[in-house]
């Protein structure tokens, strides 16, 4: 099995920017593709960005195109996703997601796995 961890969500103002974390722990060896999905409130959970194994490939939801950049570090089993230029309708549950497969899924039947989630408010 695979957990994943998220960290560093928080209440900001619209403008300002937060980068969330999630650390990989367990059968990290199986781990792939990486990605972080959001909730809002009344919403189904939707896609924002993920990134292949090596970090060459990635993927954005349309919306945040040129605000919100996913990294990662492969040594410390670790995604990143940089938020810039927050607004309010980016209020939502961040959670992490992890494929054992090469594919860059938009949809959360394509990860295996999953993070409990951060909250992330921002606020007008």
């Known amino acids: 099995q695979v957990q994943l961890i998220e960290s560093g969500g928080g209440l900001v103002q619209a403008g300002v920017s937060l980068r969330l974390s999630c650390a990989a722990s367990?059968?990290?060896?199986?781990?792939?593709?990486m990605g972080w999905f959001r909730q809002g409130p009344g919403k189904e959970r939707e896609f924002v960005a993920a990134?292949?194994?090596?970090?060459?490939?990635?993927r954005y939801k349309d919306s945040v195109k040129g605000r919100f950049t996913i990294s990662r570090d492969n040594a410390k089993n670790t995604v990143f996703l940089q938020m810039n230029s927050l607004k309010p309708e980016d209020t939502a549950v961040y959670s992490c997601?992890?494929?054992?497969?090469?594919?860059?899924?938009?949809?959360?039947?394509?990860?295996?796995?999953w993070g409990q989630g951060t909250q992330v408010t921002v606020s007008s």
């Open positions: 997601a992890a494929s054992d497969t090469g594919f860059i899924g938009t949809v959360p039947r394509d990860y295996n796995y």
């Open positions: 367990g059968r990290t060896y199986s781990v792939n593709v």
């Open positions: 990134i292949s194994r090596s970090g060459s490939a990635t």
